[in-house]
């Protein structure tokens, strides 16, 4: 909630109600502190995703047929893990934990084209992009229901503690979260141009068309802008992982540390009855 809202419920409170001020100053922190959380599992997440879905973009045009392999592998892998994985794998672990480790192995995945490059082997390249593709089919099939789980107990938190309609914190959340994902993939799909104009002085040539449709896809030879870009999407992919290890795990609305206390019920209702919710 903006401050001026906050400063009008605390002046209204305290002339209206008999509440300790800590009780308040406590369901103003908590309240800033979900926020906080949320911001930085949508960045953590977006940066995450955003690396993937460009590295993926360009997998033909980097590693040429072992890309295209790559790809099936990938979407192979994910179908069969969200339809048979996902949920048992959420419900066992819990939404936070599965998106630490769905991250870690779509980070994998972006991993997988540098080090691809460096081979000169067909059979070595092959094989990295297939245990990439592999990687990030399992991470993606589990990585977007973890996503939505941990999205929905983090509206129901901050429903509860600014006293606001689900509906209203689903919107007020869904839109901090649509203004960072998009906007982490914008910045990150230009990347490789603003990298290929700084390390080959130009921007990158376009791929020579291939003389037939049902012809294989020329061998691609690494270039130092292939390399450079792809590494730092292999750190940002990493960096998200890092940052997703200091989210909060949300527990279940029926769990008892997940239920208010007196306080908290009493601060909420106060606040509902005597500021009506921004």
Sequence with gaps: ???KSLKTKWIALRTTETLPRHHIMRWM??????RHNFTLFSTAFAANHAAVVTVLSLSQLLLGDQGS???ASLYITYAATALLLSTPLLERYGAR???IASATLYSVYVLSFPIALLFKSHSARLAVALL???????????LWAAQGT??????????RLAAVPIEQANSALASTFALIFLGMEVVLKLLPLCISAAVEHGPP??????PSPLAPLA????TTSDIVTTSLFSVVALVSVVGLFYIRDLREDGDDDAQPSTAEQRTSALLTRVVPAD
């Design 29 to 34: 922190r908590t309240q800033t502190s979900v």
């Design 205 to 210: 040539s376009p791929p020579s068309p291939s």
């Design 132 to 142: 990439g593709g592999i990687g990030g089919g399992v991470a993606a099939g589990c």
């Design 97 to 99: 934990k599965t998106l």
């Design 69 to 71: 392999y790559q790809a």
């Design 1 to 3: 909630l903006p401050t």
């Design 150 to 159: 941990y999205f929905a107990r983090s509206a129901a938190e901050y429903s």
């Design 219 to 222: 061998p691609h030879q690494p």
